[in-house]
Structure formats: structure tokens, C-alpha cells
């Protein structure tokens, strides 16, 4: 069975520094991955996703993800994070029927 | 397109009553995802149907909870009786059902069992 894990729960950053968010995933086959955001009290909104061709894949508000199939990772990045960066990231496998099995999160909180 | 629609957004009921939320997913998607989020528990999957048919639903808690989708632009999920551990916002979802595809999320619906 596919699984993901996400083993920060809670990282805080500067405004304008760097961020990496970290995801490992388990699955038999050639996995699909994505990331979504979720802010307070919405909905999670899809950020990128992968699932085959170039490893480095571009997302919106400036993200960008690196699949490693020998690390099992799929880590998103962000050169230089912005105060509205702040929310709740989850990173996903997709499975059979679009079902997608999530990581438990992981909270960004951005200081100015 | 409007997107998933859910209703409704608010929720505010006593133990004991009966709570029913809504969900419109996207046109042409053909599989809805019923998803419950609280603090202590993260994400959880309750159920999801493929074509209007539920495919998993081990995700349901117990038997007070039930779900239907009786045609491609409608589901429902019922709690009766409800309780206040209940207490959660729950999201709808869609996607067209590929392994590729990008699950649309609703807004949500909080839900208060008093």
C-alpha cells in the first residue's frame, strides 16, 4: 500500500529566505505525486504535480518540486518565501480512481 | 466552471441530530472524495465513489455515518445521530479518476456538534 510522510510538522522561515518542505513517499510502482496548499479556512488547492518526464517540476506562486526516485523524495522548494506563503502543505501519491493518499502536513509559518 | 460546490458552510447542530452535507463536484468528473479534517487527526478519507459507486469507504467511522451519490452531480453525507466528536469541517472533492488527475477540493463545510 502506498504511504507518504512528511516529517516536519511545523517549520518556520523569514520572509525571503529559502524554503524546502520534505516528502518521502512509499508505493510498488511509478508513483504520481503532487503538493497541495491549503490556507486557513479553505480548501487545499493543487501547487504541482508530477508524473513522468523531467524530474524538476514548476508549479505556481513561484514553487518547484524535485522528484528523487532513489531517496524516495519528493521535496518542494521555494527560493524566497513571501508572508502569504503561510499555510498548511500536504504532499500526495496518486492511486487507482484519482484517489490520492496524503501526508499528514506540514504548517509553514513565515516571520517578517 | 464554479467548481465543487458544498453546502452548507456552516454547520451548528445539537447531539443527537441528524446533520446532512451536500456536495456538486465539478462537471465531468467522475470521482468524489469525502474528506473530514479536525486538529488531532489531519486528513482523513471517509469515502470515495468512482462513477457514483462507493469504491472504499473503510474510512467511515462508524455506522451513524452514511454517504450516497445517487447521480454524477450530487452526494450527500449523512451523520445520524450526531455527536460531538463529530465536530470537523468536511470537504468534498473531484477529479476525472485518472492516477494523474488533480483532486478539486471544496470550500468546506465546519460543522459544530453542541
Known amino acids: 500500500a502506498q504511504s507518504v510522510t512528511q516529517p516536519d510538522i511545523h517549520i518556520t522561515v523569514s520572509e525571503g529566505a529559502s524554503l524546502e518542505l520534505r516528502c518521502n513517499y512509499s508505493?510498488?510502482?511509478?508513483?504520481?505525486l503532487f503538493w497541495y496548499v491549503q490556507s486557513p479556512g479553505q480548501g487545499l488547492q493543487l501547487l504541482l504535480k508530477?508524473?513522468?518526464?523531467?524530474?524538476l517540476v514548476q508549479g505556481i506562486k513561484g514553487f518547484e518540486a524535485e522528484f528523487k526516485r532513489s531517496q524516495s523524495s519528493f521535496n518542494l522548494r521555494k527560493p524566497s518565501v513571501h508572508w502569504s506563503d503561510a499555510a498548511e502543505y500536504f504532499c500526495?501519491?496518486?492511486?487507482?480512481?484519482?484517489?490520492?493518499?496524503f501526508g499528514d502536513g506540514t504548517t509553514l509559518t513565515v516571520k517578517p | 466552471d464554479a467548481g465543487v460546490i458544498q453546502s452548507p458552510r456552516h454547520e451548528v447542530t445539537e447531539m443527537g441530530q441528524e446533520v446532512t452535507l451536500r456536495c456538486k463536484p465539478i462537471?465531468?468528473?467522475?470521482?468524489l472524495f469525502w474528506y473530514r479534517q479536525t486538529m488531532m487527526r489531519g486528513l482523513e478519507l471517509l469515502i470515495y465513489f468512482n462513477n457514483n459507486v462507493p469504491i472504499d469507504d473503510s474510512g467511515m467511522p462508524e455506522d451513524r455515518f452514511s454517504a450516497k451519490m445517487p447521480n454524477a452531480s450530487f452526494s450527500t453525507l449523512k451523520i445520524q445521530p450526531s455527536e460531538p466528536r463529530d465536530s470537523a469541517v468536511y470537504f468534498c472533492?473531484?477529479?476525472?479518476?485518472?492516477?494523474?488527475?488533480?483532486?478539486?477540493f471544496g470550500p468546506g463545510t465546519r460543522l459544530t456538534v453542541l
Open positions: 462537471s465531468g468528473h467522475n470521482s
Open positions: 508505493y510498488g510502482a511509478t508513483p504520481y
Open positions: 472533492a473531484s477529479t476525472q479518476g485518472g492516477r494523474a488527475d488533480t483532486q478539486y
Open positions: 508530477y508524473f513522468s518526464g523531467d524530474t
Open positions: 500526495a501519491v496518486g492511486a487507482y480512481a484519482g484517489k490520492s493518499t
